[in-house]
């Protein structure tokens, strides 16, 4: 499960692990974030045609460089 967050949210998990955050830690504040960026990034919620339309888990605080990265992929689409 590790191993699967860091794939798609190695930047925070390298600054949590940075800051001293043990391995337990950094997994659970990057466990959630990890699907709801997978979601994002593979395109889940494309073409959406209004935000009632969006599962109820597909928003988690993240970061300016998170949502620059789901953006690019949009933009790529």
């Known amino acids: 499960h590790c191993l699967g967050v860091r794939a798609v949210c190695q ?7 940075g800051n001293g955050y ?5 997994f659970l504040r990057n466990y959630w974030k990890s699907k709801v960026k997978q979601e994002w990034l593979s395109g889940k919620y494309s073409n959406i045609p209004s935000q009632n339309s969006l599962p109820e888990k597909s928003m988690y605080p993240m970061d300016v460089d998170t949502w620059g990265e789901i953006l690019e992929a949009e933009l790529e689409r």
Not at 11 to 17: A, F, G, L, V, Y
Not at 22 to 26: M, P, V
């Open 11 to 17: 930047r925070e998990i390298d600054s949590d692990r």
């Open 22 to 26: 043990s391995w337990k830690i950094t």
